[in-house]
């Protein structure tokens, strides 16, 4: 399916790959910190404020109508995309860090307290820690952690015994978006349940990658960002299971999440609404409904397929330069490729590619206590999309060979 | 000893001799080589000025009314562009240092270190090198 052809054509769709940068031609291999947009999600959003654009659930008028059944049938589109049970399990929020801080705010405020204890995982993205530790610290609980071995694998013995009477809840991710290593969350999951604990996964770095279905998982909260999946910035999903989602008090107080207020006394609205406090993030919604059908058309298990052609032929190539290290060896990993050229500071690295026009990420990648765990300052990541192509990964063993002449 | 209007200048022309970002970027490399290095022992997170991607230790000293820096940072570019800022600055007074304009890292074209997304902490090292001369200037020169 991915030959070339369709490849020009499937770039075709996104014209912010066809340009220059300093001269030369953009290899865009950042896709696991933002993925880039086709026109058809372009077009859905601008149409939108062209069209139907209006306040919705309140409006007894014909616009305010239309958006807001288009708004619902995003919510089902989404409903589907992961096969939650009912369409009102999926609140709408800012992204993934939001999403987490919800769960954080509102499962704490009712089942947390002194003595208790959250589990999380050493290779955590910042926004899957420190809401956590937010948590604690309002109540004096403690988090636990899940060990890594060097491969960048968890450690399912060691995760185990964390799970004591105290512990309230186990929060990982999907897929770690510094090493690509996908989590076997199933049996985290299972091993939770069967001490009746609920998990929270991140699923930031999965939903462009592998198709995620919350009622095998049977997972109790799935956190997730748009604009990893070709829509726009500023809109996310939190699913819940309904039962839980009933149980816990609001996030934020507002206009539309209420059902009656007074100055003495406010009822709330029902799901998903009690969790979606003041204007909703309409023409956003729009568009990831229209990029879930993109994703749906190219089919996630042939996404997956071609993503998984280029991680080898990138690894293989990368390998074969001198001194590549390759940070995240896990079995089971998605398209992303974290490494250091030598003793090349990542940085260093970075700014040197940035100039031959490819765009890659250096840092920590908001994953610190990783990087402690390596002993390292940081790494060079590379990851791909569905657009890129083996000619690009090319670009990259070139441009990382001249960086290596400068700096060696 | 130069002005500071003089030693920009002179990094200004340095860095005219370049038309092409590759040499430019060499260059830098090669001035992080021969940066006046900090005594290892203020290597501490005292002096530790914390960008996101790479670190830098700054410290200074103020001997016959000057104030003179020495630096160190994990990566060379970083390097580079500290050695860059204390050719402009060390030794100068504290208030020549306060007074410095800075627009010369413009003209050399290094404007987009200055960017808070670059997040190298060359902003925050000007500013740190200005902090130090202000506490100086106070410390050693009011009330003279």
Redesign the interface.
Known sequence: MFDKNFINKLREQFPILHQQVYNQPLVYFDNAATNQKPLRVINVLSNYYCTINSNIHRGVHYLSQQATSAFEESRKSVQQFINARHAHEIIFTRGTTESINLVASSFSKKYLSKGDSIVISAMEHHSNIVPWQMACEATEAQLKVIPIDQSGTLMMDAYEKLLDANCKLVAVTHVSNTLGTINDIKTIIEIAHRHNIPVLIDGAQAVSHIKVDVQQLDCDFYCFSAHKMYAPMGIGVMYGKEKILEELPPYQGGGEMIKNVTFEKTTYNELPFKFEAGTPNVGDALALKEAIAFMNELGLGQINAWEHELLDYATQKLLEIEGVKIYGTAQQKTSVISFLLGNIHPYDAGIILDKLGIAVRTGHHCTQPLMDFFRIPGTIRVSLAVYNTREEIDALIKALLTVKTMFG | METYTERTLTIINEFGLFTD??DK??FI?EMGKTMPLIDAKYKTDTYLISG????VWLFAEYTGGKVCFSADS?????KGIVNILIRALSGLTASEIIEADMAFIDRIGLREHLSPTRS?GLNSMIKQMKLYALVFKTKYETNK
């Open positions: 970002w590759m970027y060499n490399i996101c991607q790479s670190q994990d990566a060379i570019i970083t190298n």
